[in-house]
């Protein structure tokens, strides 16, 4: 059985190989569909929505570097779901249930921040 499926798991790979493009959802590791962008000098700020939660990530425009980068999601009431540091992509993704709840996001990158203010109002 573990044969199988280590051969079915080639064969993707094979077809798809590792140059091909993916769903944006895919390449910020979020589920659900993309509900809010905001673009800044240095990236930009993604936010998507599923029936239950929400997700977010900061991307920066010139991947590769390795640069400070921060992500912060906050569902209203609840704390802030946050992911700091120096990465050479982006920051996050960061996930908070939001069922029924206004959700904020912030990112940064390289010190120019951006904010959503209160959305799913």
């Not at 900061?58 to 569902?75: E, F, H, W, Y």
Request: hydrophobic share 45%; glycine share 10%.
């Amino acid at each position: 059985m573990h044969g199988l499926a280590l051969l079915m798991a080639v064969a993707a790979l094979t077809i798809a190989g590792p140059g091909t493009p993916r769903a944006e959802a895919v390449a910020s590791n979020c589920a659900g569909r993309p509900l809010k962008t905001v673009k800044f000098a240095t990236g930009e700020l993604r936010v998507y929505k599923n029936r239950w939660y929400a997700c977010a990530v900061a991307v920066s425009n010139k991947p590769g570097t390795r640069r400070a980068m921060s992500i912060s999601l906050q569902a209203r009431g609840g704390h802030a779901a946050v992911d700091k540091g120096t990465f050479t992509r982006q920051a996050g993704p960061v996930t908070v249930h939001a069922l029924n709840r206004c959700v904020r996001a912030t990112g940064a990158i390289s010190g120019v921040a951006r904010s959503t203010g209160w959305i799913l109002c």
